[in-house]
């Protein structure tokens, strides 16, 4: 894919980048190396401080970041305003909490004195995605940078603009040179970067062939890998549900970031009794969704990233329809420039079709019906993926068991899958492996010494 800023709302190319060469390559490996020395001897106070500083930069420059990611991907402005907000509390919660997160761990043993200590890698480099592209990278560089590493984003090629001012962001805040550093490169570049024996670990937040093709690159060097990929999280609403409150919450959860969230709720599995209600409540919230230039601040729903995302999205449609599904709203792009796609219900897909349990990446929702809480647990799990699952219910004996049995990374009661950096974020089967967020996130990317003294 070609480096480029191309407006998802009007389809018109902004600006195009050559993807660096090996030197220019190298040359940054170098630098990020140097930066290393010196950068993992640095406090925690200092680096605090400048992650402090970061936090001031994005909060006095919000409006305008914000801007440049509507502009790259299509969000909406008020989306990308609150994006940018939670990237400063997770900046700071990573500047408070890192000194006791990365403290030695005294354990008494046969030894006068035996501790873990928690040191730095080296350079990671992080494969970071487009749907919301300042968050991913913030939530893997503030526990990155306060661990004592040093960065390498590569970033998807739709979002340019937002990596370089990432980096730059990073330099205002007075971070040294090359502790944090953009490469515009393409996807095919990557096993190159990883292969370097610079580089000591990489995470991936993408797709799942990205994250296969990083892995056995990372492998093959016997580098570890963090892999944060798709989901087609459950939401499941029980009959003692509060359903007024189970469908606000599902039209957030399914249309956040134009549905373009790996965390989105794409499958609703409805027990029978509240069905008809359920999806006569979703039908008409469905359709009363303001659709428009994401740059206005009261459009709920912008356009698609990219024209293969809307072709994609489309093409699963119409699978979906020719495996059995009956669409009930929506179903096309709409007729007007840019990358946009009706909000959209299907339902009753027959779940033994492949299609029931793919990723839909955009604003569709697939209802299902279940008659009770063992059927809806089977059919939540029934997918390659285990990221988040929503599950609604009075029921005590019932919110037990989908705590116990849901397969998901993270398993919601009573409200919609998000992350909050106080809490590990990651998921399981399909959807990846290791955590970010909360202390497991700084822990990922550090060398867990035993030290046993005499
Ligand atoms: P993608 O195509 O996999 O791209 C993600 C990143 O990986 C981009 O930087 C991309 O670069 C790079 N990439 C693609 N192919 C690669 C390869 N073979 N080797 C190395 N790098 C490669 O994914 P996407 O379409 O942008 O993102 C959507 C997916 O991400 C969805 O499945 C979504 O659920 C998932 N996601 C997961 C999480 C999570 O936390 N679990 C969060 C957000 C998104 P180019 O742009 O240059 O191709």
Not at 247 to 254: D, E, G, H, I, K
Request: glycine residues 6%; proline residues 5%; aromatic residues 8%.
């Amino acid at each position: 894919m070609a480096i480029a800023s191309i407006n998802p709302s009007t389809g018109i190319t902004i600006k195009t980048f050559t993807p660096l060469n090996d030197t220019e390559i190298k040359d940054k490996l170098n630098l990020g190396e140097r930066a290393f020395l010196d950068y993992s001897q640095t406090s925690f106070v200092k680096r605090s401080q400048l992650l402090e500083n970061t936090a001031k930069i994005l909060e006095t420059e919000k409006i305008e970041l914000a801007k440049l990611m509507t502009l790259e991907m299509g969000k909406p402005l008020k989306s990308a305003i609150a994006e940018i907000e939670k990237c400063a509390v997770v900046c700071r919660y990573y500047s408070e909490n890192s000194a006791n997160f990365l403290a030695d761990v005294h354990i008494p043993t046969d030894a006068n004195s035996s501790f873990i200590k928690y040191q730095p890698l080296g350079i990671i480099l992080a494969v970071m995605p487009w749907n919301f592209p300042f968050w991913q990278v913030f939530r893997f560089a503030a526990p990155a940078l306060m661990a004592g590493n040093v960065g390498l984003l590569k970033h998807a090629s739709n979002v340019p603009q937002c990596a370089l001012a990432i980096e730059n962001i990073m330099q205002k805040a007075g971070f040294p040179d090359g502790v944090f550093q953009t490469l515009l490169i393409s996807a095919s570049q990557v096993a190159n970067v990883i292969n370097d024996d610079r580089v000591k670990a990489a995470t991936l937040t993408g797709s799942e062939n990205a994250g296969i093709s990083l892995a056995i690159a990372a492998s093959k060097n016997i580098k570890k890998t963090v892999l944060e990929l798709g989901g087609s999280d459950p939401f499941i609403v029980l009959a003692s549900a509060d359903l007024e409150l189970a469908v606000n919450t599902a039209v957030t959860a399914r249309m956040l970031n134009n549905g373009q969230s790996c965390i989105a709720a794409k499958r609703f599995i409805i027990q029978e009794q509240i069905a008809d209600e359920f999806e006569k409540m979703l039908l008409e919230k469905f359709q009363k969704i303001k659709i428009g230039d994401p740059l206005e601040l009261d459009t709920e729903l912008g356009p698609l990233a990219t024209v293969d995302i809307l072709q994609e999205l489309d093409q699963q449609v119409k699978t979906a329809a020719n495996s059995g599904g009956k669409i009930i709203t929506g179903g096309k792009p709409l007729e007007i420039p840019g990358n946009f796609y009706q909000p959209t219900i299907i339902k009753d897909i027959p779940t033994d079709q492949p299609i029931a349990k793919e990723e839909f990446f955009g604003p569709v929702a697939l209802l299902f019906r279940v008659k009770n809480v063992d059927q809806a647990i089977k059919l939540a799990n029934d997918t390659p993926f285990g990221l988040g699952a929503s599950g609604w219910t009075n029921n005590e004996q019932e919110k037990q068991r989908l705590i116990n049995e849901i397969e998901a990374g993270a398993v919601f009661i009573n409200g919609m899958v998000k992350s909050d950096p106080r809490l590990p974020f990651g998921g399981i089967k399909r959807s990846g492996y290791g955590r970010e967020l909360s202390i497991q996130g700084i822990h990922e990317f550090v060398n867990i010494k035993t030290v046993w003294m005499r």
